[in-house]
């Protein structure tokens, strides 16, 4: 079985992209670059199953 695979087109003139680029620290960029996934993978309507579960989670632990 192959992984699925998707086409990610980055803006790199974002603000989101800047902010990415400009954390400081791994654990915050690495969840700004998750978060940014999921909200795209959300929007195609991919984001599924456990994934979705885990978006949720963490998206209730930064507005917490």
Do not use: C, H, W
Not at 38 to 50: N, Y
């Amino acid at each position: 079985n192959m992984p699925e695979m998707y086409n990610l087109v980055v803006n790199t003139n974002s603000e989101l992209v800047n902010q990415i680029l400009n954390t400081k620290t791994a654990k915050k960029r690495e969840r700004l670059i998750n978060q940014s996934l999921d909200l795209a993978q959300l929007s195609q309507g991919l984001l599924k199953g456990e994934a979705l579960t885990n978006f949720i989670k963490r998206s209730y632990e930064i507005i917490k």
